[in-house]
């Protein structure tokens, strides 16, 4: 079996820089969790919340899955949401997905992936949403591109008909959804200009 020693000495350097730099940092982390935002991205390696938006360990509470897909039915994504609006007061939820996206691509090609084709079949049900459009672009490029953002999208609406979510809202609690994408190639953040501040 190969040793992931290297792993170990690499957050060996890493502790060790973070503790010169900002001495103590460590051990205020350990004794409070107070972060502003839930981010719900997509479990691609190339897609680091914090690293992204350069936010250091304690201030992003993170859930991420295949394809960035919030279900009704997900007890995991749910209980996050749940904890981050009700425990934690976060302000802000950011759904985040990124051109580019396997799980995107994966259920668009239409072949038999395994037990991922069941999870991939809530991404077909954004392409049924928006056949028309997504049929008119003839560049399959492009037409993959729009369904990412389409599903992120439709992920941002399925966070703001969450009961955590609508909770919070008639509590007047101050709490807003955002609908982003993510550029693997220049590592810059697009705002599908979808946030949501309440129920409309």
């Given at each position: ?83 981050a609006v009700e425990v934690l007061k976060v302000k802000h939820i ?79 609690q101050p709490l807003h959804v955002h609908g982003w994408i993510y ?18």
């Amino acid at each position: 079996m190969k040793s992931l020693q290297h792993i170990f000495e690499k957050n060996r350097v890493w502790a060790e820089k973070v503790e010169a730099e900002q001495p103590g940092f460590f051990e205020q982390l350990s004794k409070q969790q107070n972060p502003e935002y839930l981010w719900i991205g997509c479990a691609d390696s190339r897609v680091p919340a914090n690293e992204i938006i350069d936010l250091p360990p304690g201030e992003v509470f993170v859930h991420r899955n295949i394809a960035n897909v919030v279900i009704h039915t997900d007890l995991n994504c749910l209980s996050v949401i749940q904890y981050a609006v009700e425990v934690l007061k976060v302000k802000h939820i950011i759904v985040c997905g990124h051109y580019g996206c396997g799980g995107v691509a994966a259920s668009m090609d239409n072949k038999e992936h395994g037990l991922i084709d069941n999870w991939l079949r809530h991404i077909q049900d954004v392409y049924r949403l928006y056949a028309a459009e997504l049929d008119a672009i003839t560049d399959l490029a492009a037409r993959k591109d729009r369904l990412c953002e389409l599903n992120v999208i439709e992920q941002v609406a399925n966070v703001c008909s969450t009961t955590m979510v609508r909770k919070a809202w008639r509590k007047g609690q101050p709490l807003h959804v955002h609908g982003w994408i993510y550029h693997l190639e220049d590592g810059l953040l697009n705002d599908l200009g979808v946030t949501a501040t309440g129920m409309d």
